[in-house]
């Protein structure tokens, strides 16, 4: 019950993160193309190409992330992963002072 209740909200939030992926890709076109000219012509002089023209890139950056939140290791407990430290790299581990 409370793994297929895992599964169903890990489901869940990986679906809004595509969502809200896409919605940021939109927005982000309507910003620079609208909004972007009114607040400081001088940098961006003109709109961009028409949205159809980036539509086609949606698909390759909604695929980019869904391999980045798949293999990256995004979403999984703290407990799956490598300790707060990398020992290959002790120049990394914190110090404490003896004054403390």
Sequence with gaps: MLKE???????????????????????????RSHVAPLIAPS???????????????????????????????HGEPRSRHRGSFDSSHPQEIPLRSGSE
């Design 43 to 73: 940098l961006f002089p003109t709109e961009l190409y028409p949205l159809s023209r980036y539509l086609g890139l949606l698909p390759l950056v909604l695929a980019i992330w869904k391999l980045e939140l798949k293999h990256g290791g």
């Design 5 to 31: 209740r895992a599964r169903i909200v890990a489901y869940w939030v990986w679906t809004m993160d595509l969502v809200l992926t896409a919605l940021a890709f939109l927005l982000a076109w309507w910003l």
